[in-house]
C-alpha cells in the first residue's frame, strides 16, 4: 500500500478497504505516512465523507492506534460527556463535578480549542498550576479516589486522534461530519466506559449550521457506540449566540464558579442541568428526570459540587483558593466596551463573529504552534431578546494587545442586530436522539 494512492482513490470518490484504513492510521501514527499527506486525505474525506464501513473502520484503527484504558478495577458507574464544541460552551467544567459529586464517575478526556470555538483543556490550564496530563495509572487511582478526571489524550491514548486532531485545526478540515464522530469515539471509547452523553451544537457558531447535517451526526456516534457496547444519548442544543455569558478562558472558569454557586446565567445553568440530568439516567443514579434534576440541584445548594471541583483542582496541581477567589485567575491589562448603535431589542448577537473576535485576541489559536493568552476574552451583556439603550455597552472587551483588539473590535461591531420586536425564544434543547 502507499498513501498517494490510496489519497488519490478517496479524491475521486472511491472507497477505503477496513486493511488500508488500518495501514494509513498505523503509518501515520509512527510517521511513515507525513502530516500533508494525511491532511490532503482529510481534505478528500471532507469532499467526500465516509460509507458506514469506512467509518467503523477508521474509528475502530484510530481507537486501537495506541493503549486503551482499562478502567475495570475503578468501582462504580462511569459516565462521560463530550460536546461538539461551540462558542463560550464552557458545561463541562461545572457539570463534571455536579455530577460526581452525585455519584457517578466521570473519566473526562477532553480536547483543546479548534478554530473559533474554545477548548475545555485550555480553560482549566488557565487556573494556576492546573495539569491535564496524565498516565492511565493516575489516571485510574484519581478516578476511584475523587470520582473524577479532567484529562489531556496521552501521547500513548489514540495517538493517531492526537495529530489528526490538532492537523485538521490548521488545514479547514475541522467541519468533515465522518472526522468530527470518528475523532470523539475514538477518544471515548478508549475510555472504557459505561455511557455517553453527546452534547451536539447547531447554529452559527458550530461546526454544523444545520439540523439535519446536525442529526446524521448524532445517530452516527450513538450508533458507534452500540456497535461497541456503549449506550450514548445525542442531545442538539443551539449555537447561534454565545452560551453564558463569557467567552474566553480564565473568565469562563470565573462563570463555571457561579453555576457552581447557583448564581449562572439561566440558559448556562440549564444545559448543565439537563445534560447532568441523562447521565445520572445514564448511570442509574436515579429512576427518572425529576429526581435526578433534584439530586443536581442539591449538589448545588448544600456546596458539595463546588467542593467537589476544589478537590480536583488541587488533586491536579492547581490553586484551589481559585474557587473562593476567582480573581487570582489570569486578569487582562485593559478592558473596553462596545455600545449599542441604536435602542431596541437584541435580535442577534452571532456566536460565530463572537467567537472569531476571542481567536483574534489570542482567546483560540490560529495555527497549531500558538500560545493562548487565558486573560482575554470577550463578555456578553446584550443577548437576543434583551432591551439596550443606544451607546449602552453590549459586550465588553478582556484585552491585552492593541493590534489584536482593532480586528476583534472590527468582528465585534458587526455581531449585534438591534430591531424592534422580540424574537421566538428557541429551546434549551431541540431534540434528543438515542
Request: glycine share 10%.
Amino acid at each position: 500500500m502507499d498513501a498517494i494512492t490510496l489519497i488519490e482513490r478517496k479524491r475521486d470518490g472511491g472507497g477505503l478497504s477496513a486493511e488500508e484504513i488500518g495501514w494509513l492510521i498505523s503509518r501515520y501514527t509512527d510517521g511513515f505516512v507525513t502530516d500533508y499527506q494525511m491532511a490532503a486525505m482529510a481534505m478528500a474525506i471532507y469532499f467526500n465523507g465516509m460509507t458506514t464501513g469506512e467509518l467503523t473502520a477508521w474509528t475502530e484503527a484510530m481507537l486501537h492506534s495506541g493503549e486503551v484504558l482499562d478502567l475495570s478495577g475503578v468501582s462504580g458507574v462511569k459516565i462521560d460527556k463530550h460536546s461538539t464544541g461551540g462558542v463560550g460552551d464552557k458545561v463541562s467544567i461545572p457539570l463534571v463535578p455536579m455530577v460526581a459529586a452525585a455519584g457517578v464517575r466521570v473519566p473526562m478526556i477532553s480536547g483543546r480549542g479548534l478554530g473559533h470555538t474554545g477548548g475545555t483543556l485550555d480553560k482549566l490550564e488557565s487556573i494556576p498550576g492546573f495539569t491535564t496530563a496524565f498516565d492511565p495509572r493516575r489516571f485510574a487511582v484519581q478516578l476511584e479516589k475523587i470520582g473524577l478526571v479532567f484529562a489531556g489524550q496521552s501521547k500513548s491514548l489514540v495517538p493517531a486522534d492526537r495529530k489528526l486532531y490538532a492537523l485538521r485545526d490548521a488545514s479547514g478540515t475541522v467541519e468533515s461530519n465522518s472526522l468530527i464522530a470518528s475523532s470523539i469515539m475514538s477518544k471515548k471509547l478508549a475510555e472504557d466506559l459505561d455511557g455517553l452523553v453527546l452534547d451536539v451544537k447547531v447554529g452559527r457558531g458550530a461546526f454544523m449550521h444545520e439540523i439535519t447535517r446536525a442529526r446524521r451526526l448524532a445517530r452516527t456516534m450513538v450508533d458507534l457506540g452500540a456497535a461497541h457496547k456503549v449506550p450514548v444519548v445525542a442531545l442538539l442544543t443551539p449555537m447561534d449566540q454565545p452560551l453564558g455569558r463569557e467567552v474566553g478562558n480564565a473568565s469562563e472558569i470565573a462563570e463555571s464558579l457561579q453555576v457552581l454557586r447557583g448564581e449562572g446565567p439561566d440558559d448556562l445553568t440549564e444545559i448543565t442541568l439537563r445534560i447532568g440530568t441523562v447521565m445520572l439516567l445514564l448511570g442509574g443514579i436515579t429512576k427518572d428526570r425529576t429526581s435526578a434534576r433534584a439530586l443536581l440541584e442539591r449538589v448545588i445548594s448544600d456546596g458539595r459540587a463546588l467542593e467537589k471541583f476544589a478537590e480536583v483542582i488541587e488533586a491536579q496541581g492547581g490553586h484551589p483558593r481559585v474557587v473562593e477567589q476567582p480573581e487570582l485567575l489570569p486578569q487582562p491589562a485593559n478592558r473596553t466596551h462596545i455600545p449599542s448603535p441604536r435602542s431596541g431589542i437584541v435580535s442577534q448577537c452571532d456566536a460565530l463573529a463572537i467567537g472569531l473576535a476571542a481567536l483574534r485576541l489570542g482567546a483560540g489559536r490560529e495555527r497549531k504552534e500558538d500560545a493562548i493568552d487565558p486573560a482575554v476574552g470577550i463578555t456578553v451583556l446584550a443577548k437576543v431578546g434583551d432591551v439596550v439603550e443606544a451607546g449602552e455597552p453590549i459586550a465588553m472587551i478582556s484585552w491585552n494587545d492593541a493590534d489584536r483588539l482593532e480586528a476583534a473590535t472590527r468582528l465585534l461591531e458587526t455581531a449585534w442586530e438591534i430591531g424592534d420586536e422580540t424574537p421566538r425564544a428557541t429551546p434549551i434543547v431541540l431534540e434528543e436522539i438515542r
